[in-house]
């Protein structure tokens, strides 16, 4: 039997996404109350400008007051997709007080102050679900933490940004350099006005430490995650990538070390092969590899992105917490039992392509070599090109540690025959 009194939902941010959640919980309002159990009722939406035309969004509802409309003791659920640390943290903790559960798509503060949401969350007996901040519609977290609680995932590794998807793969199909591809990717919405958080791997790392606290039952955050973005990536790099049969992604990696005493979560561009299925990722998708020990190798694909999207992963939070609600119960909450230290950059094993520029002369692959040796860098492969004093070494090697693998640029760099380290750039996904 549906019970009548309606569940009412305040929801802090009104942008993409937030009109999306607005419209959809609008005109769907049967068939969520339908699957829930109850009826739910919009009953505020919190904005920073009460001004703005806000189409198919309901005037009445709007207030500039967020503290108002969370603590005015009838809010049952609020939806925070505001987006940064403060004020979003001190409403999410306001809602917790006055007994709301939070549904929010916020992953900087997730992965800056999860573990004390978290907390917060578990004193007041509700629940903190989170679905949206990581890969927009893709359910990924829900799996990670409910369907696969009974098996040992060892490593997540994905696409987990669309804007870098889309200018790396402009950057691969079209032969434009990275200026070019942002600026395309700018001119469709994929890019913000100020794309930094994309571009320099903020967003990813965010993703990267939530992921790998779920995953590993720990606690990660952004700081433990080791981050490069693409500003750096040349249209040299994807061509000598196409030359060895890859492709440039870039990657959020979060693994368990062999020996289990540690985790590790990093973000960079890395080569895959073009037999690897995140290679055939294309525009501004997201995808995700998922390695556990019974389950094996699971993929999640879809769109990352985007005001529906995003508002598909908010709603079906939405659906969650309010059936929670109607049973006086919580979800899962955060389970980080395990308490691993993360590894630092320097100590993880992986494989590299070196570029270097050299003087086009007999002996100097010699040299190069010998360098990599005394470091303990095994070679893989070696290309060279030579053209009227001037050449270029290709070099990818085994899997080496990243201290090793720095100390042998830093000693090829002091060498005369080696005019520049053009680039490096891991490889992955073997």
């Given at each position: ?7 009412k939902v ?6 993409v ?22 009826p ?13 035309e ?8 709007l ?12 809010i ?7 987006g940064?640390i ?27 102050d ?17 679905e949206?901040?990581v ?14 609680a ?36 700018t ?7 100020d794309?930094t958080?994309?571009?320099e ?11 790998a ?5 720990t ?7 080791y ?25 959020a990696?979060c693994e ?38 019974a ?9 990352g ?6 508002a ?28 691993l ?23 100097v ?20 090109q ?12 085994h ?5 090793a693998?720095?100390a042998?640029?830093?000693k ?15 490889v992955?996904?073997?």
């Amino acid at each position: 039997m549906m019970r009548t009194r309606p569940l009412k939902v305040a929801l802090l941010g009104c942008g993409v996404v937030g009109s999306e959640v607005a419209r959809i919980m609008t005109t769907t309002a049967d068939d969520l109350a339908a699957r829930i159990g109850a009826p739910v009722e919009l009953a505020g939406i919190a904005v920073r400008r009460a001004g703005r035309e806000r189409p198919g969004v309901p005037a009445h509802l709007l207030t500039t007051d967020a503290e108002g409309l969370i603590n005015r003791g009838d809010i049952d659920v609020v939806i925070e997709v505001v987006g940064g640390i403060e004020p979003s943290k001190h409403h999410i903790l306001s809602a917790f007080k006055q007994g709301a559960s939070v549904v929010s798509a916020n992953k900087a503060l997730l992965a800056q102050d999860g573990a004390e949401l978290h907390a917060a969350a578990a004193a007041a007996g509700v629940d903190l679900y989170y679905e949206a901040a990581v890969a927009g519609a893709i359910p990924l977290l829900r799996p990670l933490r409910e369907s696969l609680a009974g098996d040992k995932v060892n490593r997540v590794l994905g696409i987990v940004n669309g804007t870098t998807n889309f200018i790396l793969d402009k950057m691969d199909t079209t032969g434009a350099g990275y200026s070019e591809a942002l600026e395309e990717a700018t001119a469709l919405g994929y890019a913000e006005a100020d794309p930094t958080a994309d571009v320099e791997g903020f967003d990813a790392a965010a993703k990267a430490a939530i992921l790998a606290g779920i995953a590993f039952h720990t606690k990660v955050t952004a700081a433990d995650v080791y981050r490069e973005g693409i500003t750096e990536v040349t249209a040299a790099d994807i061509a000598s990538a196409k030359a060895m049969g890859c492709v440039v992604k870039l990657l959020a990696i979060c693994e368990r070390a062999a020996d289990g005493e540690s985790v590790t979560a990093r973000v960079h561009p890395a080569m895959i092969p073009l037999s690897h299925p995140l290679a055939s990722v294309r525009e501004a998708y997201n995808a995700v590899f998922v390695e556990a020990e019974a389950a094996g190798r699971l993929m999640f694909y879809g769109p990352g992105a985007g005001g529906s999207p995003t508002a598909s992963a908010v709603l079906g939070d939405l659906v969650a917490v309010c059936r929670n609600k109607l049973n006086a119960a919580t979800g899962p909450g955060d389970s980080v039992y395990t308490q691993l230290p993360a590894k630092p950059m320097d100590e993880v094993v992986t494989r590299y392509h070196v570029s270097l520029d050299v003087d086009d002369r007999a002996g100097v692959l010699a040299q190069v070599a010998s360098v990599f040796a005394e470091h303990g860098v095994s070679i893989d492969t070696v290309r060279q090109q030579g053209r009227d004093g001037d050449a270029s070494l290709v070099v990818v090697t085994h899997r080496a540690t990243d201290a090793a693998l720095s100390a042998t640029v830093d000693k090829l760099r002091a060498l005369d025959s080696v005019r520049d380290v053009a680039s490096i750039m891991r490889v992955e996904g073997e």
